[in-house]
């Protein structure tokens, strides 16, 4: 075990963090909110961003103006998102290919926490196997009792990876995933893409990870309370 202070763990969100897929979420979103009879506007989209499968499918059927139960309302979404991953080339975040192999490299455990379905998780990992991408624990929705902003997922990949929380990076670019990794008592690095995200102690924004090496990381776990 690293000593006291030191960084033991990265632990990588997906979804706007890792891998560009807000823009397919919005179309899905917006398609499944057509047949439910509404709109789909960019400000219900950053209501969201973040959030868990639960929590999208009782806002759109807040919204909707024709029947639908809560099991195909998720069925539309998850299969809508899969053949969009799947036709579709999956588009990696500014330096997040760059920074996960340099975590890799440093043999620093890495895990990826996502609030999205294993199907869909599966699919991105999928399409970034061919550059290399891979972690040593992953933990999704379908892992939990309780999404973020709940601590129970970065609390968990902690705990699989055999780790103490509070010599963890979480990076994040959302504020329910900032509020999970703070609560699970991580460092955390935020690049806020849809909802701003302030600066405060033990946090670092930055708008993308290119802007992060393994020092600032290593610094960021030395100087958090």
Not at 98 to 107: D, F, I, P, Q
């Amino acid at each position: 075990m690293p000593p006291d202070g030191s960084l033991q763990a990265v632990l990588f969100d997906m979804d706007g963090l890792l891998v560009d897929t807000e823009p397919l979420w919005f179309d899905v979103e917006r398609v499944v909110m057509a047949g439910l009879g509404g709109s789909w506007t960019e400000q219900d989209q950053m209501a969201l961003v973040g959030g868990s499968m639960h929590g999208t499918v009782e806002y759109l059927l807040a919204r909707a103006t024709r029947p639908a139960s809560r099991g195909d309302v998720v069925e539309a979404m998850v299969s809508g998102m899969a053949q969009l991953l799947a036709e579709r080339e999956i588009v990696a975040m500014a330096g997040a290919i760059e920074l996960y192999t340099a975590v890799r490299v440093a043999g620093i455990p890495h895990a990826l926490v996502t609030s999205s379905e294993r199907v869909i998780m599966d699919a991105v990992l999928a399409g970034l196997a061919g550059r290399g991408v891979g972690f040593d624990v992953t933990v999704c929705g379908d892992d939990v009792r309780h999404t973020k902003p709940d601590p129970e997922p970065y609390q968990r990949a902690a705990e699989l990876l055999g780790v103490d929380p509070a010599s963890c990076v979480a990076l994040e670019d959302s504020p329910n995933g900032v509020a999970s990794a703070e609560a699970a008592g991580c460092a955390t690095v935020a690049v806020p893409q849809v909802a701003p995200i302030p600066e405060r102690s033990g946090r670092l924004v930055v708008r993308s990870l290119a802007e992060i090496d393994l020092a600032m990381l290593r610094d960021l776990v030395r100087r958090s309370p």
